[in-house]
Structures are given as C-alpha cells and as structure tokens.
C-alpha cells in the first residue's frame, strides 16, 4: 500500500518538466544571463528577486483558475503581450548599450527588483509554463490546495537554481573576457537572444 504523498514518479516527472519548461531559454532566463553580463551577479540579485516574486504571483493565479478569468476579458490577452513585449524591447536595448561588467560597476542603474517582477507578470512562457506544470501533474492525490502548495514550492527550489545559474553564467562568462569590445559584443548578443526569444513565447 503506498502511503507517501509523493510518489517518487510523480515528483521525478513534475521535477523533470519543470527544469525544462523554467530552465530553457526564455525572456526571464535570458534576461538574467544578460543582467549577470552587463552589470554582475551581485547587482541583479534584485532583479532576480523580482522575477522569483512575479512567479509565485503567476503560480497564485494559475492555480486558483484566475488567468482563464482574466484571459476572458476582452483584449486582456493582447494588453499583457503588448506591456511585456514593450518591456523587452526596453530591457534589450538597455543591455546591448551597457558597457561591459567591469565598466558598468557605478553610475549605470542596473534592472530593478520591480523590472524583474514586471518582466515576469507580462511575460507569456511564464503563464504557459506554468499552466502546464500545475493542470498536468498531481503529487498529491486528490488535488486541491495541498497538491497545488507542494508544486508551488518545488517549483520555486527549481526556479531558484535555474535563475541563479543563468544570472552567474552571464557574470562569469564576461569576467573571464579580457577584451572590452568582445564583452560588449556579448551584451549585444545577450539582447538579440532575448528578443529572439520575445519571438518566440508569442508564436
């Protein structure tokens, strides 16, 4: 009789899905590696934080059914996409016109706590991300508020890792460039991933 409320293959599977929907490159991912690149990992752990917040407001809204009631409201679907798209576009620039990590240490305001929250709010693989992760696996049986908790906060170990990972490889990837140009020039490669990416979540 099993009695464990997570069943070793329900949380590998749920686990598995996860690193790949959350851990592929995507606006928030890029964006961080971009961060860690243009201005180091210290100073986008704001940004980072944000980005954490805005998916546990998205995992909240997911799995109380709110997104298909604020998908239903007119042009609400169009609004999200145009404000993130924005934003991106915003965030790129900014990224590909920062010097390189080592010239930008002060006087160049590097994303913000509330640029990460809102990245994540308007981003749209977030959503269907995490619409998929909560309606396709269930580790605890029978559903509800407990099952929709336990995923919530596997989820968020995972995200943490991945978004710390992405943010360290851009810092550390740059530090070791010697030339100033080719640093820029990873920024400016940075940006054009990430707008590539903008691309993509809106197909």
């Given at each position: 009789?099993?009695?464990?409320?997570?069943?070793?293959?329900?949380?590998?599977?749920?686990?598995l899905a996860a690193f790949a929907l959350v851990g592929s490159p995507g606006p928030a991912t890029l964006s961080?590696?971009?961060?860690?690149?243009?201005?180091?990992?210290?100073?986008?752990?704001?940004?980072?934080?944000?980005?954490?917040?805005?998916?546990?407001?998205?995992?909240?809204?997911?799995?109380?059914?709110?997104?298909?009631?604020?998908?239903?409201?007119?042009?609400?679907?169009?609004?999200?996409?145009?404000?993130?798209?924005?934003?991106?576009?915003?965030?790129a620039y900014k990224i590909a016109t920062s010097k390189s990590f080592k010239a930008t240490k002060e006087g160049?305001?590097?994303?913000?706590?509330?640029?990460?929250?809102?990245?994540?709010?308007?981003?749209?693989?977030?959503?269907?991300?995490?619409?998929?992760?909560?309606?396709?696996?269930?580790?605890?049986?029978?559903?509800?508020?407990?099952?929709?908790?336990?995923?919530?906060?596997?989820?968020?170990?995972?995200?943490?890792?991945?978004?710390?990972?992405?943010?360290?490889?851009?810092?550390?990837?740059?530090?070791?460039?010697?030339?100033?140009?080719?640093?820029?020039?990873?920024?400016?490669?940075?940006?054009?991933?990430?707008?590539?990416?903008?691309?993509?979540?809106?197909?």
């Amino acid at each position: 009789m099993e009695t464990s409320l997570f069943p070793l293959q329900d949380l590998l599977s749920y686990t598995l899905a996860a690193f790949a929907l959350v851990g592929s490159p995507g606006p928030a991912t890029l964006s961080l590696a971009a961060t860690g690149a243009a201005f180091g990992a210290r100073r986008g752990l704001g940004y980072l934080l944000g980005i954490e917040a805005g998916m546990i407001v998205i995992m909240i809204i997911t799995s109380t059914g709110v997104m298909g009631a604020l998908m239903a409201v007119p042009r609400a679907a169009p609004l999200i996409t145009s404000l993130g798209a924005a934003y991106i576009l915003f965030l790129a620039y900014k990224i590909a016109t920062s010097k390189s990590f080592k010239a930008t240490k002060e006087g160049h305001a590097s994303p913000s706590f509330l640029g990460g929250l809102f990245l994540s709010l308007v981003n749209p693989k977030a959503y269907a991300s995490l619409a998929a992760l909560f309606s396709g696996f269930v580790l605890i049986k029978g559903g509800g508020w407990d099952d929709a908790l336990a995923k919530g906060i596997v989820l968020l170990v995972i995200l943490t890792l991945v978004d710390l990972a992405w943010l360290c490889l851009g810092s550390v990837l740059v530090q070791r460039i010697k030339s100033a140009k080719v640093a820029r020039l990873v920024n400016v490669i940075f940006a054009v991933l990430l707008l590539v990416s903008v691309a993509f979540a809106l197909v």
